[in-house]
């Protein structure tokens, strides 16, 4: 079964308004979360790592006043993408590790984001 | 950033035969990890190696790693239609923790 849950796996939303995806792990606790996004059949694109009780940390490029991540606790980590624009359209990712998961990464279902 | 290159892009195979894909990344690695995403979907996580290994299995799949050319091979062997995915290779890099950067990915599809 599903270690990291994703949600929702799809989502429409208006311009100009915000939305929430949720990342949480499952079975384990998850110390750092990241990011991702993918546009259609293209790779992943890391956007930040998501470190629990401290600020995320961005990747060159990715403005962080519009991609809000919080990672309050073990187990849950949110992107709110802010005012949203058709061109943040896109398939976003999550993907978690902790102390007990060593070197294997767990990856959600994605969220799809449409915004109209 | 993406690490490096995956090759082919697209690959379309029958079912029952061999699929290899390859990858290239640029900087040193603390290991390399191979993942599988069907359409729309996660990442389900394939197979991981080490920086000091240089083959390993798994199942049907067989993964090289070539440290000196910065490339990384996945084959998967007697291929089944529900093998038809995209491929991604993802790297991690010393003291980087668990940050993978993948490949640009290898869709693959399997012809019944």
């Known amino acids: 079964g599903a270690v990291v849950s994703q949600h929702p796996s799809r989502v429409i939303c208006k311009s100009g308004t915000s939305v929430k995806i949720e990342c949480r792990s499952l079975d384990f606790q998850a110390t750092t979360m990241f990011w991702y996004r993918q546009f259609p059949k293209q790779s992943l694109m890391l956007m930040a790592t998501s470190n629990e009780g401290s600020k995320a940390t961005y990747e060159q490029g990715v403005e962080k006043d519009k991609f809000l991540i919080n990672h309050a606790s073990l187990t849950l980590s949110t992107l709110t993408v802010t005012s949203a624009h058709p061109e943040d359209s896109s398939f976003y990712i999550c993907s978690a590790s902790g102390l007990l998961s060593g070197n294997t990464i767990y990856f959600g279902e994605g969220s799809w984001l449409t915004v109209v | 950033s993406q690490q490096g290159e995956e090759d082919p892009q697209a690959l379309s195979i029958q079912e029952g035969e061999n699929a290899t894909m390859n990858c290239s990344y640029k900087?040193?690695?603390?290991?390399l990890q191979w993942y599988r995403q069907n359409s729309g979907r996660g990442l389900v996580h394939l197979i991981l190696i080490r920086s000091n290994e240089r083959e390993k299995h798994s199942g049907r799949l067989r993964v090289t790693l070539d440290t000196s050319k910065k490339s990384s091979s996945l084959l998967i062997t007697a291929s089944r239609a529900a093998d038809t995915a995209s491929y991604f290779c993802a790297t991690v890099p010393p003291s980087a923790g668990n940050k993978l950067t993948f490949g640009g990915g290898t869709r693959v599809l399997v012809k019944p």
């Open positions: 900087t040193s690695i603390n290991n």
